[in-house]
């Protein structure tokens, strides 16, 4: 049973092959659920479509930082309208984002601060996404009160400080595939600290993909390679791996476990 708690399925690069790489996931890697997530008009539309034709992939809707300069309060009154959707587990993700520089800081921040609040008005979790922005998204997140509905920490590439950080702020880590990047530091770090109540194992895919496949495209049948690289970080099975980050997602994101 293994839980992809953060994929983008909808992408063009499985554009040829998406049912062959939902179905693979499903049948030979034991993927049991996926939260595939839309963070634009386009995506948000094509995630719903997803998890409208596969029982267990799940949605969540809202604005990438990237992307911040093209949101219009309209999208947000759409975002908002989604969240009644019986397939919308979280908003987001959202964050900021320093590296590709698209959108400017206050343009993010605010639109940030405005996901988190909406958020927060619908007693819903989040997904942060934060890029070389580490200090900016800890305060954003303290100033908005974000521990009252928690969310994941997705793709997290911080050091254990701002891990502890976040676990205080009712957190929850993200952990893909630079865990099995052999000169990755932090990330293994990570995976071995974290306590088992509060992570989570994801694929970014078509993005991240784990070591073998490194620079190839990512899929979500690929979150066995994360778990399993965890799971020897740890010392512990794949099989109790695979079944806490499972039990974490359902929690977080309130889906039932059967």
Known sequence: MLFDSHA??????FAKDRAEVIQRAHEEMGVSRILNVGFNRETITATLELAETYDWIYAAVGWHPVDAID??????????SLADHPKVVAIGEMGLDYHWDKSPKRI???LFRQQIRLARELNMPIIIHNRKADQDVIRILRE??????G????????????????????????LGGPVTFKNAQLPKEIAKRVPLDRLLVETDCPYLAPHPYRGKRNESGYVRLVAEAIAELRGVSLEEIAQRTYENACRLFRIGMA
């Open 8 to 13: 983008h399925l909808n992408d063009e690069q």
């Open 71 to 80: 949101c219009q309060p309209e999208d947000l009154d759409w975002i908002e």
């Open 108 to 110: 993010q921040e605010n």
């Open 144 to 149: 908005e009160k974000a521990e009252e509905i």
């Open 151 to 174: 969310g994941v920490m997705h793709c997290f590439g911080g050091d254990w400080d701002t891990a502890e950080q976040c676990l205080k702020m009712n957190f929850m880590i993200g």
